[in-house]
């Protein structure tokens, strides 16, 4: 894991000087954006082939902000609207993304607990965002530092193509801090 974790903070490190703005009127920032996310989602797909073979993808990463998709190919259920797996699959990673690279590959982010609610049938791509503010993050680590674990929720809302609201979901997290040693603790 040494070797994934060295790829994990480089691909952090790029990503965090890419413009997410970058368009074709500037070339090497375009490119540098496009290079950066798919390094990332190859990253997601190295830890976990299942999200590739779905087609889910990190669109936007940028501190405490991730935003996320999943096509309706390939994920269609027996009525050709987007298959209850997907939707937990494009609501469950970014969660991981931001543990990952807002506070860095010394913290494991484990799913712990997550509910979705179904509003309407999505009969397109779903696309999803969560944002968590740089206070949450920094008292996550620092509970982290000292516990060797920090527990943490996201809101999210997934929407359809159309940008109509297909879904609600509620993450529960747990992120624990690699190599903690207790001290001074009792067991």
């Known amino acids: 894991m040494a070797l994934m974790d060295k790829v994990i903070g480089a691909t952090g490190q790029w990503l965090a000087g890419v413009d997410p703005n970058a368009t074709l009127m500037n070339p090497l920032a375009w490119a540098r954006k496009k290079g950066g996310y798919a390094a990332l989602n190859r990253v997601i797909g190295l830890s976990i ?3 590739t073979r779905n087609g889910f993808s990190v669109e936007e990463v940028s501190p405490g902000h991730v935003r996320a998709s999943i096509p309706l190919k390939g994920n269609k259920n027996h009525f050709g609207s987007m298959y209850a ?12 993304v931001l543990a990952l690279f807002d506070l860095g590959p010394a913290y494991t982010p484990i799913l712990k607990e997550m509910t979705l609610q179904f509003l309407k049938a999505a009969n397109s791509d779903v696309t999803v965002e969560f944002r968590i503010g740089s206070d949450a993050l ?20 997934l929407y359809d193509a159309e940008g109509d609201l297909v879904a609600t979901s ?14 001074n603790q009792s067991a």
């Open 49 to 51: 082939p299942f999200a």
């Open 85 to 96: 797996g997907a939707y937990f699959l494009v609501a469950e990673i970014p969660g991981g």
């Open 138 to 157: 920094e008292a996550i680590k620092a509970e982290a530092d000292v516990t060797g674990r920090a527990a943490f929720s996201l809101e999210g809302q």
């Open 170 to 183: 509620v993450a529960h997290y747990r992120v624990r801090r690699k190599g903690f040693r207790a001290e």
